[in-house]
């Protein structure tokens, strides 16, 4: 076997000192980015690194400035539910896209509510520098205690007033329902009926409250309600106890669209039509809505851009800055032929 020869061993961070004329110490502070290196220096230390291909151990960084460059996106949720609600793909992506241009990598741990020790464990144990927390629930204080010792982001507002929850990034859950809402009172709907999710979710409590709201402001009967977990099969049962307790309801506002795609069939099975008979309003605008049949009128939610803003909000606090402790993101109607 032949031995490896002075030019063939991996480049170090000596060998870039030496060919850019500084120390090993001003290398180590231009590969970290430090700004105390004068723009002269720093660019020849970086044509140094280029010209000998020279790619930083990214271990050694670790240890130096106590980072992984890894940050867990944890949804305190069934596997089967996350795969297959499309919401949760189209945030990962936005999360993905945030941290694109950064050097963090993101573990996604999608956990029962048995197994929190095991990821209290892994996200205090130094793996990550920071989580994301989604889908979370009343009683959820387990990730509020985590985030007095690691930088955490809540993808929506906790129900409980939990002082350790400084940092949330939402949608206008409240205002989307009231357009929806409104949408079926404009169409001269009369008898609407709500699939509400789960209360023990900010989106379910907002959804139902910015719905009952709007129907009472106009006068309108809000008792027509059910309840579901943002399943399809969920919100076929919740429709079909809705149809036969008051056969007179001629609208429907589910709080997701895969609730609503459930009362799609509900109401065929009746035999109703939509939107003749039925009129129906979904909530979140997933990639399903625009291809059912008919078309699905939903209020779009932002969920791209909730993951990306998470994540960005996430890297601020690890990164020390001051970041404002809530954002709320606007939520709009999209209008099609179910109502």
Known sequence: MTAKTHSDAAPTLEMVAAKAGVSRATVSRVVNGSPKVSPEITTAVREAIEALNYVPNSAARSL??????????????????????????????????ALADTEYTMSMLIESEAAFDKTRRYLLGGNVDGALVVSHHTGDHSYANVSRALPVVFGGRPLDSVESVNH???????????????????GGRTRIATIAGPQDMPPGVDRLRGFVETLVGAGLPADAIEYG??????????????LERDPAIDAVFAANDQMAMGAYSA????????PGDVAVVGFDDDRYAATAVPPLTTVHQPSLEMGAEMAR??????????????????TSLVVRESA
């Open 313 to 330: 909000v996430l890297v601020r606090l690890i990164d020390g800055e001051t970041v404002q402790p809530s954002t709320i993101l606007p």
């Open 229 to 242: 977990d943002f399943s399809p099969a969920s919100g076929a049962i919740a429709m079909r106890r809705l």
């Open 168 to 186: 949330t990034v939402d949608v206008d859950n409240a205002h989307g329902a009231s357009l929806a809402a409104q949408h079926l009172i404009d």
């Open 64 to 97: 130096a400035s106590r980072r992984t460059q890894a940050i867990a996106l944890v949804v305190p949720e069934s596997t089967a539910r996350v795969f297959n609600d499309p919401f949760f793909a189209t945030l990962v992506q936005g999360v993905g896209l």
């Open 267 to 274: 109401i065929a099975e009746s035999g109703r039509s939509i």
